[in-house]
């Protein structure tokens, strides 16, 4: 009853319901509580694993097995199914873990686990073994106790019978009675079955096979995952026995898993053999009783680098280098065999650790015996190609080239409409050369445009191996697109990228153009619109921040032969490294090649910008005068000589060329005219321009214009308004912060206090200028003020109408009259309501100013303010006022709080 009802529990668990409190005998509460946690397709997946059937579990009181399954499978008792099944949980809770501690080395953060060749295989995240119970069964299979066999009969006589063998060996079948087979071979048994049936029933034919196996029981030890007696079928390996019992251990052995049967060793196992070269001879099929038996490995040895297979491997006596690199798969392509070491953690003579290197492409060396604790080491042959260069920058194909004899710079860039996009630079690309055996490199200079018109010529250079070949694109330079937008007409303008230029062949000389009727964009030296022209590769490539960035921009190319400049800089050698700055195309540091000279650098630097004032650029040059000093010396160069070729000035290390701008020149300086004017539109500024001279560029005003009214915005004064607006947001927070540590009272609350300031921080500035424009157009020379780039003028149309704005029953705009005064059109507006500031209203001008009634009080008879077009009446909010309830209040208690004074006092 025991046996049933545990087979009762074990249903319940795994087909969900609720289990009873007595089924914490048979399963630990831990299981329970694992088995219960999964999916109903969980549990029916675990079940089908292991060849239960949940419909069809049965069993027998008193019998030694429980008989699980359809096919009449016998599995182990239930005791082992409890077992096996806290293993298959213990494994899918370390899958999810990330496997299981116990398999792993302790490693730093940057090293990686290099796990023992094998283990892994007893230790897969998806099961490859699954007990069966249908396989075909070869005719060596000895039978024994328990097994069944099926014989058909046919012929004169039609029958089938299943006979198992009993505990005297023996099966028995109808009319042919008691058959000893046990300890015989299936084709044994099948033979002599068959004699008897042709001997003792004439005309009849028999056919035996296999029905269910018996159930064997075998124990595991030793260094397993989970060591134990075993219910497993007759058919069971050694490995499949393994895998039962979830592999090795951490520190078992692949090499030598032993077989024992009456206390001596029959067979021992070697799992290399099984998957290095597919050889299962020594996994033997397990009989009733058998040890299988796991010692600690003996020796390991491992293998890094470049081999194909980098692990650590189990090794048996006698073994030799060369057999460890076949169990490792052999070296990889990039291996370098003749600089391989070997680490050992003994020495023959001192006992310590040491370190031998090894040629793996010599016979000899691969005949040298390893021992436990070596550690072999390929390296690999690293990047570095021989008789090789290599192309890079502002190409369609850079990469690496082959190197042969009488190597040209046009041999890998023949063709520049096939091989050069179309941003490339003409007039500057480099060489970099390794010039020694230390690595120092040098830097060749050649002019790439003249390379193609000529080659052979002295700026096709002669290439040697390992030369690194520059290709640079064009450099950007921060031009204003809307403002050059307003230099062309027509309505066929574009946006411009870099690919708009074009080479032109004239007298002998490449020269570079912009297409016409274009509008020049740039953004900066690392623009990320810089796209090839059509339909080959990008020209972008990811930087070290992740930028995108044009693979032949200078500052990209350049940036790892000047850090190896000067690095390889030395006593005596001071870095090849010179620099410039100011109105060039690309500023910055560039190498010092042979025979530099000014013109060289600017060319380096992509020319001269617009602005560059020739006549009087400066030179720099350091020079060492000796003592640990330095002298700075600085000539003044006429760069217009030297861009003409009239004068030669060469360079020396550290030099530096700052190259002036013309000062207040800017042809991008621009002010907007919009309103009543006869031609309003973007106009380029010239230095020293006022208010009535763009008016009279604009073509003056028209008949419509409110002259009165013009506003002038300002950029600046917009930014001065914001940091105003942000110093007064600043104020606000240090106040309310102040108060809240003394003893005020807080009469506005903190989250609108909070929004406030958000308002302020926000604020953009209108930018508004006061003018005075009819004083301006009449020559007053202080009201016509000086322009400057950005400023935009409006003129508004004539305004006969007056606003009121404020404390004001009813806000409105009404027509000018120029008989009326301030209180007749407060009058329009239905007065002023009772929270009206009387004593604050004020009239804002068509032009921004403001005039004030302080002293002009309308209601006591003095001179009130004249009205104008356009005018606006504001009337503000009395900070002081008080509803009259509240007022009445206050009175009330000052006259009781007085009367009882009053009282008090004559008291006395």
């Not at 370390?94 to 990686?112: A, H, L, N, V, Y």
Request: aromatic share 6%; glycine share 10%.
């Amino acid at each position: 009853m025991n046996k049933l009802f545990t087979s009762l529990l074990l249903l319940f668990v795994l087909s969900g319901l609720s289990v009873p409190q007595a089924n914490s005998q048979a399963l630990s509460p831990a299981l329970m509580e694992r088995l219960q946690a999964m999916s109903p397709a969980q549990r029916q997946a675990l079940a089908q694993r292991y060849g239960i059937d949940l419909s069809t579990i049965s069993s027998v009181a008193g019998s030694q097995r429980t008989n699980l399954g359809e096919r009449g499978q016998e599995l182990r008792p239930f005791d082992s199914v409890d077992q096996q099944l806290q293993w298959e949980l213990f494994n899918a809770e370390q899958d999810s873990m990330g496997g299981d501690p116990r398999f792993k080395r302790s490693t730093t953060p940057d090293e990686e686990v290099t796990q023992r060749f094998g283990l892994d295989l007893f230790n897969q995240q998806v099961s490859t073994f699954s007990p069966t119970d249908d396989s075909p069964i070869s005719d060596d299979y000895v039978l024994g106790i328990g097994d069944e066999l099926v014989v058909y009969l046919f012929g004169k006589e039609t029958a089938e019978h299943i006979a198992q063998v009993n505990r005297d060996g023996m099966v028995t079948i109808p009319k042919l009675g008691h058959i000893a087979i046990a300890g015989q071979t299936l084709a044994q048994a099948k033979s002599l079955i068959s004699q008897r049936v042709a001997s003792q029933m004439i005309g009849v034919d028999a056919s035996i096979s296999l029905g269910r196996l018996r159930a064997i029981g075998i124990f595991l030890a030793g260094e397993v995952a989970t060591p134990g007696a075993y219910s497993v079928s007759a058919t069971t390996t050694v490995t499949q026995a393994l895998f039962q019992a979830g592999g090795v251990s951490d520190i078992g052995s692949l090499r030598n898993i032993q077989v024992k049967r009456g206390g001596e060793t029959i067979g021992v196992f070697d799992v290399y053999d099984l998957l290095m070269s597919g050889d299962s001879s020594g996994d033997i099929r397990l009989q009733s009783g058998d040890i299988v038996f796991v010692p600690p490995y003996g020796a390991i040895v491992e293998v890094t680098g470049e081999v194909k297979r980098p692990k650590v491997y189990e090794i048996e006596g006698g073994e030799t280098l060369g057999d460890l690199l076949e169990m490792a798969g052999g070296l990889t392509h990039d291996a370098l065999a003749d600089l391989a070491s070997i680490r050992r953690s003994w020495g023959e003579e001192t006992g310590l650790p040491e370190v031998m290197n090894v040629d793996l492409s010599q016979t000899e060396a691969l005949q040298q015996a390893v021992f436990g604790g070596d550690v072999i080491l390929v390296r690999a042959r690293g990047e570095a190609l021989r008789n090789s260069v290599s192309l890079k920058g502002s190409v369609y194909r850079p990469g690496t080239y082959g190197w042969q004899d009488g190597l040209r710079v046009t041999d890998l860039v023949a063709n520049g409409e096939r091989d050069l996009t179309l941003n490339v630079d003409m007039d500057y690309a480099l060489v970099v050369r390794i010039k020694n055996i230390r690595q120092d490199i040098e830097v060749l200079q050649f002019n790439l445009g003249d390379a193609l018109l000529n080659p052979g010529g002295a700026n096709d250079l002669e290439l040697q191996p390992r030369d690194q070949v520059l290709i640079f694109s064009l450099p950007q330079v921060e031009v204003d697109v809307d403002e050059q937008i307003g230099e062309f007409e027509g309505g066929n303008q574009r946006l411009a990228s870099t690919a708009d230029v074009l080479y032109v062949q004239e007298s002998g000389s490449i020269t570079q153009q912009r297409l016409p009727n274009v509008v020049t964009r740039t953004d900066t030296m690392r623009q990320s619109d810089s796209k090839q022209a059509g339909e080959g590769e990008s020209l972008k490539q990811k930087d070290e921040l992740g930028l995108d960035v044009d693979r032949g921009e200078r500052a990209v190319l350049l940036k790892p032969v000047i850090e190896k400049l000067r690095l390889q800089a030395r006593q005596q050698e001071p870095a090849q490294v010179v620099s410039i700055s100011g109105a060039v195309r690309a500023e910055g540091d560039y190498p010092l090649v042979a025979n530099a000279t000014l013109r060289g650098l600017v060319a380096a630097a992509g020319g001269l910008k617009d602005n560059a004032f020739l006549e009087a650029a400066e030179l720099r040059r350091l020079a060492n005068v000796g003592s640990g000093q330095m002298s700075v010396n600085y000539q003044m160069i006429d760069l217009d000589r030297i861009m003409s070729g009239e004068a030669l000035i060469e360079l020396a290390s550290r030099d530096h060329l700052t190259v002036r701008e013309i000062p207040d020149w800017d042809p991008t300086e621009a002010v907007e005219v919009s309103g009543e004017v006869r031609f309003p539109g973007t106009y380029r500024l010239q230095k020293g321009e006022t208010l009535s001279d763009i008016v009279r560029r604009a073509g003056g005003l028209t008949e419509d214009a409110f002259v009165e009214g013009a506003m002038l915005k300002r950029k600046s004064v917009a930014e001065r308004e914001r940091e105003r607006a942000k110093e007064l947001a600043a104020s606000i927070r240090q106040s309310v912060a102040s108060s809240l540590l003394t003893e005020e009272v807080q009469t506005v609350a903190l989250s609108e206090l909070d929004l406030i300031t958000r308002e302020l921080e926000s604020f953009e500035g209108q930018g508004r200028l006061l003018i005075d424009l009819p004083a301006a157009l009449s020559g007053d020379s202080f009201a016509d003020v000086q322009l400057f780039d950005g400023d935009t003028l409006e003129v508004p149309q004539v305004s006969a109408n007056v606003t009121i704005v404020g404390e004001v029953k009813r806000q409105g705009t009404h027509s000018y009259n120029k008989t009326m005064s301030l209180e007749d059109y407060l009058a329009l507006s239905a007065g002023l309501t009772s929270r009206a500031d009387q004593e604050g209203i004020y009239v804002v001008r068509a032009n921004g100013s403001v005039e004030t009634l302080e002293r002009t009080w309308w209601r006591f008879g003095k001179e009130q303010i004249m009205l104008r077009p356009g005018d606006t009446i504001v009337v503000p909010v009395d900070g002081r006022y008080k509803e009259s309830l509240v007022a009445w209040r206050d009175i009330t208690q000052i006259i009781y709080q007085g009367a009882v004074s009053l009282a008090a006092v004559l008291a006395l």
